[in-house]
T-cell receptor, first 116, second 112 residues
Framework: GAVVSQHPSWVICKSGTSVKIECRSL??????MFWYRQFPKQSLMLMAT?????????EQGVEKDKFLINHASLTLSTLTVTSAHPEDSSFYIC????????????FGPGTRLTVT | QKEVEQNSGPLSVPEGAIASLNCTYS??????FFWYRQYSGKSPELIMS????GDKEDGRFTAQLNKASQYVSLLIRDSQPSDSATYLC????????????FGTGTRLTIIP
């Protein structure tokens, strides 16, 4: 299979705090992982591309100092939402591309963030 | 700017019939195409990938690719109520590990 996990599945935090979301590829190595955000009834929006051992590449309009991405190993990428505000409340989803294979991308189950 | 276009729907199909979902793309150099299914409140799930012109079948699903017309489709045979979801078409320019360009999705409803 090609399983991607995310933790936590949901989180509620107070405004001004930081939240870390983990994305793991459980049964394959992923050189590249991607972070998306999706608001209700809207399309997926790519936030950044995360490459193992190097800096993430952020899409236009995404604040890299607010959304910190670390891809320390071939199976783990993390997204930290710093100084979260209510407008950051969203569904955050990661995907991972299988290295050395067909390069199909598999999505994690997502993390629902609510900032109060 | 690469674009992937889909009819947003909703597309309603009677149970047991064939559901046909269509997608066009603008980048002639695109090599890889994917169909994802997304249930409400859940993340996308890969259901089909296709790289060559022609048809690719997997169970009740058939993906069709026509690179000359820049057209990708997904057929779902014997539609079931559990097929009701949003279907996302995506393309990638080559076989590298690069980001996907997604369409906005087609909402499919199977009517019992």
């Amino acid at each position: 299979g090609a399983v991607v996990s995310q933790h936590p599945s949901w989180v509620i935090c107070k405004s001004g705090t930081s939240v870390k979301i983990e994305c793991r590829s459980l049964d394959f190595q992923a050189t590249t992982m991607f972070w998306y955000r999706q608001f209700p009834k809207q399309s997926l929006m790519l936030m950044a591309t995360s490459n193992e051992g190097s800096k993430a590449t952020y899409e236009q309009g995404v604040e890299k100092d607010k959304f910190l991405i670390n891809h320390a190993s071939l199976t783990l990428s993390t997204l930290t939402v710093t100084s979260a505000h209510p407008e950051d409340s969203s569904f955050y989803i990661c995907s991972a591309g299988r290295t050395g294979g067909s390069y199909e991308q598999y999505f994690g189950p997502g993390t629902r963030l609510t900032v109060t | 700017q690469k674009e992937v276009e889909q009819n947003s729907g909703p597309l309603s199909v009677p149970e047991g019939a064939i559901a046909s979902l269509n997608c066009t793309y603008s980048d002639r150099g695109s090599q890889s195409f994917f169909w994802y299914r997304q249930y409400s409140g859940k993340s996308p799930e890969l259901i089909m990938s296709i790289y060559s012109n022609g048809d690719k079948e997997d169970g009740r699903f058939t993906a069709q690719l026509n690179k000359a017309s820049q057209y990708v489709s997904l057929l779902i045979r014997d539609s079931q109520p559990s097929d009701s979801a949003t279907y996302l078409c995506a393309e990638r320019p080559n076989f590298g590990n690069e980001k996907l360009t997604f369409g906005t999705g087609t909402r499919l409803t199977i009517i019992p």
